[in-house]
């Protein structure tokens, strides 16, 4: 197998490992870069709680190889909160909402949820529903979700 020698910016920080060519970068940054709030669960780009944004996007790391990463800027939902630990808005959003519950789909969903709120200009809360249409939820019924997702399109 041959390994590639890459460095992703993650969360600021430039990370460099050696990879095999067929490591994701979900695992990447789990294993390499230590960023386990990026979870894992489907591992086929269906579930959407590995979403991370790289370069301003919103992205599967299961389906996206290390390798395509290599220069990259990558953000983890590790990266989100501020220095002196206050919320991103869109983690406010989804707190004072009750958009979670066990915990597992959330760092895809703000992650996504962060992703097209920072665009310019901002998605609009069809926008949001739509893309939110992509992350699967065992727990909370979507509608605390939803909530905070009309929330973050009527601050605009």
């Known amino acids: 197998m041959s390994e590639h020698k890459i460095t ?15 490591r994701t970068l979900g695992d990447f940054l789990r294993i390499d870069a230590g960023r386990t709030g990026v979870h894992l669960g489907c591992e086929h780009g269906v579930c959407g709680a590995c979403t991370v944004i790289v370069d301003g996007a ?5 389906l996206m190889l290390a390798v395509q990463a ?11 909160a501020g220095e002196e630990g206050d919320l991103h808005p869109v983690q406010q959003a989804m707190r004072d909402e009750h958009g979670l519950q066990c915990g597992f789909c959330t760092p ?30 065992r727990c909370t019924g979507y509608q605390g979700i939803l ?10």
Not at 8 to 22: C, D, F, I, K, Q
Not at 58 to 62: E, K, L
Not at 110 to 115: F, G, K, P, S
């Open 8 to 22: 992703v910016t993650v969360n600021g920080e430039p990370v460099s490992a050696l990879v095999e060519g067929r």
């Open 58 to 62: 919103a992205v599967r790391s299961c």
């Open 70 to 80: 290599d220069g990259a800027a990558v953000t983890t939902v590790e990266g989100l």
């Open 108 to 137: 895809g969903v703000v992650m996504t949820l962060a992703a097209l709120t920072s665009a310019d200009p901002p998605a609009s809360e069809e926008a949001l529903r739509e893309a939110l249409s992509g992350h699967l939820c």
């Open 147 to 156: 909530r905070a997702a009309r929330r973050l399109a009527a601050v605009k």
